[in-house]
């Protein structure tokens, strides 16, 4: 319930830049499609950081991949190489 409070706080104000940890995956089915209309139809003309391991995801939302492993920031823009190493470094 937490989650969804917040989520809901944070959508009431136009941030030109939104940070989203993994809260596409939490609540249950209803809350987790209102969620996803929310951020990638009505926020699409927005700057997002989506921190998440749901790889189709990725594949479906993301036009750059960053993966920090070491203490180490990679930027990938072949979205499949950065799940790729993504993968090799975290299995």
Do not use: P
């Amino acid at each position: 319930m937490r989650a969804r409070l917040a989520f809901a706080i944070s959508m009431a104000i136009d941030f030109d830049c939104l940070i989203i940890d993994e809260v596409i995956a939490v609540g249950d089915k209803h809350f987790q499609e209102k969620s996803r209309t929310e951020l990638l139809e009505r926020r699409k003309h927005k700057t997002m950081v989506i921190i998440t391991h749901e790889m189709h995801f990725i594949r479906e939302n993301c036009n750059l991949v960053y993966v920090v492993r070491g203490g180490e920031l990679h930027r990938f823009e072949d979205i499949e190489e950065g799940i790729c190493f993504h993968e090799s470094a975290f299995g």
